[in-house]
């Protein structure tokens, strides 16, 4: 009795040891020949082991070590079939956020290494977004490169070295009436904690004095540190005013040819889109900063004048100290305005320190609802609730220099990012031809 060719090597398999007696398995290698379709329709599995002709000729056959659908995968971990849509989308998003995180985190480590670097830097970058405007209009009147820039140079070192003589002038000036109106302040407070409820006699306010220049004594040596370190400080900022003027004169110059050799360093396909961007965004940062100036002129002429009516010694360096500190949305404005009315409180008294604080008021809701509208516009597209935290995120972070970029950081990165999504960048050919300039040269 003959056996077929099948039940030889199905015998064959199980004597031997080294397959299981499967039909599937051990196929007519004359099947893959007559059907040639089959062995098409799973590439991968007939390269797999091409000495298989079973194998070769089944299309659903799974790779050698592959995980069938719904298979707990090594270490039981599950297979990503048999996670939920939502799980998958989360992990996606997740993983994604965490490189996102890691990165700004090593971008404020390198800005907070390299603060005394960076923040005259971006100082630079703030008076240039004012100076270069001034010097553009004076180029527009026929006047050379060279004497707009310089012009326009001279023009805000005066205007600031100005604002800040006149508020020493002043305060010197008016030490004798200060040191006259601090004793007369003393007098009086002295006079009232003598009376009820406090009913304190000249012996109990000496006693508080001494334990005050006892405590004084005590902490002279945190105050010697103090004072050293404020004289660290002082070198320190002498460094980064000097840096500070150097990157502004060289961003004058030739500000244009820095910003086509920062977009040189990106790949050619992402320049346009770059260069764009940084466009849109220079002219928000030019915007915000007429907006600021135009908004701290106003609030240091209103509580300026308020000061002076009442009749302070400090109503001038008050309202320069306002017209600085209003460079900080909404904060400065708040801090500087609470230090009038203290100083209206001390100097003056409650009355006029109600009416000093009823006038910051009023200056603080017309800066609100009619400058921030009218002057600010379509200009700089950013909420007030944003403004708050924007300032608020930034103070508790960097200090001062958060508080003080935080804002124009978060109007110019959302212009960037919308003119990157909306895609305006390729239907621009300016973007190409300011790339491709300074290479031609």
Known sequence: MKFSRRSQRSQGAATDGGATDDATRTADPTAAAADPTAAAADPTAAAADPGDPARASSPGAALPGAALPGAALPGGAPPAAALPPGMLIAGAWAWRLLAVAAALAVLFWLIATLEEIVVPLLIAILVSAFLVPVAGFLRRHRWPRWLAIVAALLAGVVVVGGLVLLAVTQIRAGLPQIEKQSVAQYDQLTTLLQGPPFQLTNADVDGYLKDAQNALQTESKAILSGVLSIGTAAGHLLAGGLLTLFATIFLMIDGRGVWAWTVRLFPKAARPAVD????????????????????????????????????????????????????????????????????ALVFAGPVQAVVMLAGVLVVHLLEAHVLQPLVMGSAVRVHPLAVVFAVAGGSYVAGIPGALFAVPTVAVLNVMVKYVATGSWRRSRVADDVVAAPEAS
Do not use: D, Y
């Not at 109503?315 to 904060?331: C, D, T």
């Open 276 to 343: 764009g961007a940084g466009q849109a965004g220079w002219h928000t940062l030019t915007s915000f900063v007429r907006v600021q100036i135009v908004v701290a002129a106003v609030n240091a002429v209103g509580i300026g004048l308020i000061a002076f009516v009442l009749g302070l010694p400090l109503a001038v360096p008050i309202a320069i100290l306002v017209f600085l500190a209003s460079f900080i949305p909404v904060v400065g404005a708040i801090v500087t305005g609470a230090l009038a009315v203290v100083v």
